[in-house]
């Protein structure tokens, strides 16, 4: 029985195209998110940074001035975008299923239509850093 060497080669070539890639998701979208967060804990006064802690989500949420305007602005972005994902998603599923190459119509998500998935979220990614 002839004994087959198995090599482990370390596959580079993946770390090297990932690796801008996540450079950019990083300076993007984890770093500012981060940076929100932190500065969400501090306010200004005189022009230097004072921390507060939690205080500001206090006020947020308690004082009836900032707390209509925070529902009414997120009940009308969940609105806008319960609206833009039906819509967004109908039209990307049935240009897929029209330009699919078998002509068959609606199938049951090919290769190719599941692949099209992440481009029918990318609005969830940009409505994520807002």
């Not at 090297?16 to 998110?33: G, Q």
């Not at 692949?115 to 409505?127: D, H, T």
């Amino acid at each position: 029985m002839p004994k087959y060497k198995t090599q482990s080669k370390i596959r580079w070539h993946i770390g090297v195209f990932l690796a801008p890639e996540i450079l950019i998701y990083i300076a993007v979208m984890i770093y500012p998110l981060f940076n929100t967060l932190r500065l969400a804990l501090f306010t200004k006064v005189d022009q230097t940074l004072l921390y507060v802690g939690l205080e500001n989500f206090r006020t947020l949420f308690g004082d009836p001035v900032w707390s209509d305007r925070f529902w009414n602005a997120l009940g009308t972005s969940l609105w806008f975008f319960t609206i833009q994902m039906l819509v967004q998603n109908l039209i990307g599923i049935v240009l897929a299923a029209i330009l699919s190459p078998l002509g068959c119509g609606f199938q049951v998500f090919t290769a190719r239509q599941f692949s099209s998935q992440p481009y029918c979220f990318s609005s969830l990614s940009v409505l994520r850093g807002n």
